[in-house]
């Protein structure tokens, strides 16, 4: 048999509920952590952006172990996902990046929740509730610098920003942009974008409404542009260990934070001819062994059209093959026990990670399926378990 990891023997020790689980490495969590506190040095607010269930890795996990590791506020695109950290006792500041319907404004008083702004409309319904409850709302007016995404006009947020600081039923705390091409080595339109900004932030400085915090910068722009720091920087990927892009990878001293297992459920011998999974789309071209492991479509591993390819077993990249199902999928060994390696159930598999010499990162399963890793772990499904390492 395949030795055993020594996570695979904690994991036997504590069983957990499914046969397949995520690893999380909050040790690698906040060295990442303290990593981007050096570079964007003091002064500066650190927004830990864990939406997504934190990019896969689980974000009743990641917030409050990244606060801990010296985060300072969190950032989410959706007010359900910050109502579940709310409930799972998360105290610290909460921005919602992506559109808040504004009768969701008592919701948003309900849960101390800061939201994004971008229109007159949305301002004064937002102001009319909180009005009614006798609470202002915290809002960051969004700027739409050239991404063409969410947020207003440079030349029209002095206007809205002067609403926003005047209404008693607001609280305008912050004032952000996004950029679009951060991660590419040619930084050309990322300044013109943060040239749009500042121009503005010097505009609205001279009125005498600028808000306390400025951010602009994201993952990348955090790595390869330090002037776009300002008072505050919002880091995704990179708190994972991940990096925003070939172009802009994350420092060497960034680990990843997540690896995926999961253990053997049956190994299969066949004869020559006989098919594997729905569709009999593969069949055995001679005598193959056949590992069933019970990793899924529903977890987040993809059917079609592209797939993992292979999987890590004792070290060795073992290729996937049939068609992948809900709960299963299915790693030819033949050239794993020929070679002398036993493989028996309850061996460990690596999806994501690394396993006796071998590793299969994010990146790597990103390329396999032509996306980026961003895709790859964000999809991972709630249901496989989280578990701290």
Known sequence: MVAATSSSERLHSHPIARPTWLEIDLGALAGNIAALRRRIGPGRLLYAVVKANAYGHGAELIAPAALEAGADRLAVAAVNE??????????????????????????????????????????????????????????????????HRLGIDPAAAPALCRLLRENASLRLEGIYTHFSTADEADKGYSRKQLGRFTRLLEQLTRAGCRPPIAHAANSA??????????????????????????????????????????????VRSLSAGEPVSYGNAWRAPGPRTVAVVPVGYADGFPRRPRTWRSVLIGGRQAPVVGRICMDHAFADVTELTASGMPVARDDEVVLIGEQQGGTISAEEAAARLET??????????????????
């Open 82 to 147: 910050a109502i579940c950290l709310r409930e799972a006792g998360v105290r610290a500041p909460i921005l919602l990046l992506g559109y808040t319907p504004p009768e969701l404004a008592e919701t948003l008083l309900e849960y101390d929740l800061a939201v994004s702004v971008y229109e007159t409309r949305a301002a004064l319904d937002f102001a009319a509730a909180a009005a009614r409850l006798g609470k202002p709302v915290t809002a960051h007016l969004k700027v739409d610098t050239g991404m």
């Open 372 to 389: 980026n890793n961003y895709e790859v772990a964000s999809r991972l499904m709630a249901r496989l378990p989280r578990v701290a390492i």
């Open 221 to 266: 722009a955090t790595i390869d542009l330090p002037e776009a720091h300002l008072d505050a920087v919002r880091c995704g990927i990179l708190l994972y260990g991940l990096s925003p892009s070939d172009e802009a990878p994350a420092p060497p001293e960034m680990r990843p934070v997540l690896s995926w297992k999961a253990r053997i459920a049956q």
